[in-house]
C-alpha cells in the first residue's frame, strides 16, 4: 500500500537523523538483501547509502532493494535513500518508528 503524503512527511521527519544502517558499493546481493530484510524487520524505517558515483546505478540499486524488501521508498538524498517497511509484529525497542514516536 503506498504511502500517504503526510505518512511519507513523518516518515522522514522520523529518519533525519538516523545513520545508514546499510553501505553498499558492491551493487545489491543477496548478502545485502538478507540485511536489509532483516534491518527492516528489526527497525521498519531504515536508512542505507548506495556508495555508486553513478546517478542511474544507485537509483536501479533502490529500486532493487524495495522489490526485494517488499518495502517502500520514502525519500532519496544523494546517495542515501530512507526505506519503510511495516512490520506486523513490531519489537519498541529496536523500530525506530516507535521509539521516536
Request: hydrophobic content about 35%.
Amino acid at each position: 500500500m503506498p504511502l500517504s503524503n503526510e505518512q511519507r512527511n513523518q516518515l522522514k521527519t522520523m529518519g533525519h537523523d538516523l545513520p545508514a544502517m546499510i553501505v553498499t558499493g558492491d551493487g545489491v546481493n543477496e548478502g545485502v538483501i538478507a540485511e536489509l530484510d532483516r534491518a527492516l524487520a528489526d527497525h521498519e524505517l531504515v536508512k542505507i547509502e548506495i556508495s555508486s558515483e553513478d546517478r542511474a546505478e544507485r537509483a536501479a540499486a533502490i529500486s532493487e532493494l524495495c522489490r526485494a524488501g517488499r518495502a517502500e521508498l520514502v525519500q532519496t538524498i544523494g546517495k542515501q535513500a530512507l526505506i519503510y517497511r511495516k512490520s506486523p509484529q513490531p519489537d519498541k525497542q529496536l523500530s525506530n518508528i516507535h521509539r521516536s514516536g
